[in-house]
């Protein structure tokens, strides 16, 4: 099964990507992981991209696009995967469309999780993220039991750079004027279906399964 999820930050990408891969028994590739990993590790790809994931900004197609080509091409992407932050761009699709020819498969579903701007704005100004096991908290919605500190692995947590209110505006920006046409490239084919990200991450994740249930698995 493979999978592209799209969606605003702070919409719940992330979170729906991690279970629903878990779920489909398959990778979950979140773009934005792998280049913090890059940026945190130093490695050149990091040095290159660094200016770009801080300032809230979109890496260059042509990185992205050797970065995604690595990645589908090693063994564990070949049950399927969960793509989360790939295509943002156009131009990503027809990187990610050359790809998957390439890999003699096809995308299954194509979804976007919508949610309303306060919304998302709150999400991403509460966020708290483990650098160590990825897991992600909330302030408010889901703290960890021990303030600052993961549930899962006992790492300190951190805010992401990214999700400062000036950047987190940016981002929004960068959203709609360069990743809304992604999901209207994909509506145009007729393979996007809109998800209710709204509300609590069990009813989100309910619907998912439904629309994958309901629309059968056509890999
Ligand atoms: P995310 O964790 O998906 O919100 O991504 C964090 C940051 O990584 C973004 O704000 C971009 O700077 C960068 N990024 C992630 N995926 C892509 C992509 N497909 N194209 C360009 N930049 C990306």
New binding site residues.
């Given amino acids: 099964m493979r999978v592209v999820l799209m969606g605003p930050?702070g919409v719940g990408?992330?979170t729906q990507a991690t279970r629903l891969s878990a779920l489909l028994g398959v990778i979950h590739v979140?773009?934005?992981?792998i280049?913090?990993d890059a940026v945190k590790g130093g490695s050149a790809l990091g040095r290159k991209?660094r200016t770009?994931?801080e300032g809230?900004?979109?890496?260059p197609?042509d990185l992205?696009g050797d970065l995604i080509e690595d990645r589908l091409q090693k063994d564990d992407a070949s049950r399927g995967f969960v793509l989360?932050?790939?295509?943002?761009?156009v131009e990503?699709v027809s990187i990610l469309d050359r790809a998957l020819r390439n890999l003699d498969v096809r995308i299954d579903h194509v979804f976007v999780l919508t949610a309303p701007e306060d919304e998302i704005v709150r999400r991403l100004a509460g966020r708290r993220v483990c650098p160590g096991c990825k897991a992600v908290y909330h302030l408010e919605n889901k703290p960890p039991k021990s303030a600052g500190v993961c549930d899962s692995c006992g790492s300190a947590l951190i805010q992401r750079s990214?999700d400062e209110e000036e950047v987190i505006r940016e981002?929004l920006a960068?959203y709609a004027e360069s990743t809304a046409p992604v999901a209207g490239t994909y509506a145009e084919r007729g393979t996007l279906v809109e998800i209710d990200g709204h509300g609590d991450p069990d009813a989100v994740g309910a619907r998912l399964r439904a629309a994958i249930g309901a629309e059968g698995d056509r890999a």
Avoid: A, H, N
Wanted: positive net charge; proline residues 7%; hydrophobic residues 30%.
């Fill in positions: 930050p990408k992330g979140s773009t934005g992981d280049l913090r991209v770009f994931v809230g900004k979109l890496v197609d992205m989360d932050g790939f295509p943002r761009t990503q990214d981002r960068v």
